[in-house]
């Protein structure tokens, strides 16, 4: 069975930094383009970052220069590095993968970041 | 504010059908961007229902279906049940940003 399982959320204040780390088992994870997306409670989902199976990483503008997106195939596990935290950065942080269709599939259960004083 | 558009809600009785549209642009679905929808129901995680545009994964019942036409996709649900009351979203790419990866806002479905 496919499972990713996100961890390292927690609370922190404004300017600071997490790390984020998602497990991935039960697939070959460095076949898979791996994600990172976020959800405010109540709110949509926000794309976050993104590293294809090059190792080259995609940001939006919203998160660019703050997060660093990485991956460790030999651990079969994915980070997000989260720097000058803000307090709109407060969500629930799921891990994805992508192949090469695009979509994505599984989601982790999330991991829940709260930014705050 | 989404890249892509999506109607904040939609409602229907059991056993009728309803449709969700996610509307683009050039950039995106109309670049050829193939779109993907989710389902999340409360409390749970973003579940695949449909890729590339109009497929199904395995054990998506075939009351849903999806569709692609210029600018545009639609989610159709067909035969309403309780169950279906959920927040759904569509997905794609987008050319103006190398792999900028897209979401519509959600839309909440009602079951009457």
């Known amino acids: 069975e496919v499972q990713l399982v996100e961890s390292g959320g927690g609370l922190v204040q404004p300017g600071g930094s997490l790390r984020l780390s998602c497990a991935g088992s039960?697939?070959?994870?460095?076949?898979?383009?791996m994600h990172w997306v976020r959800q405010v409670t109540g709110k949509g989902l926000e794309w976050v970052s993104s590293?294809?199976?090059?190792?080259?990483?995609y940001y939006p503008g919203s998160v660019k220069g703050r997060f660093t997106i990485s991956r460790e195939n030999a651990r079969n596990s994915l980070y997000l590095q989260m720097n000058s935290l803000r307090v709109e950065d407060t969500a629930v942080y799921f891990c994805?993968?992508?192949?090469?269709?695009?979509?994505?599939?599984?989601w982790g259960q999330g991991t829940l970041v709260t930014v705050s004083s | 504010q989404s890249v892509l558009t999506q109607p904040p809600s939609v409602s229907g009785a059991p056993g009728q059908r309803v449709t969700i549209s996610c509307t683009g642009s050039?950039?995106?679905?109309?670049?050829?961007?193939?779109v993907h929808w989710y389902q999340q129901r409360p409390g749970t995680v973003p579940k695949l229902l449909i890729y590339?545009?109009?497929n199904r994964p395995s054990g998506v019942p075939d009351r849903f279906s999806g569709s692609k036409s210029g600018t545009s996709a639609s989610l159709a649900i067909t035969g309403l049940q309780a169950e279906d009351e959920a927040d759904y979203y569509c997905?794609?790419?987008?050319?103006?940003?190398?792999?900028?990866?897209?979401f519509g806002g959600g839309t909440k479905l009602t079951v009457l």
């Open positions: 994805t993968r992508s192949g090469d269709g695009g979509w994505f599939d599984p």
């Open positions: 039960g697939f070959t994870f460095n076949d898979y383009d």
């Open positions: 590293i294809d199976t090059a190792d080259y990483t």
């Open positions: 050039s950039s995106n679905i109309g670049a050829g961007f193939d």
């Open positions: 590339g545009n109009s």
């Open positions: 997905q794609s790419y987008d050319s103006s940003l190398s792999g900028s990866v897209v």
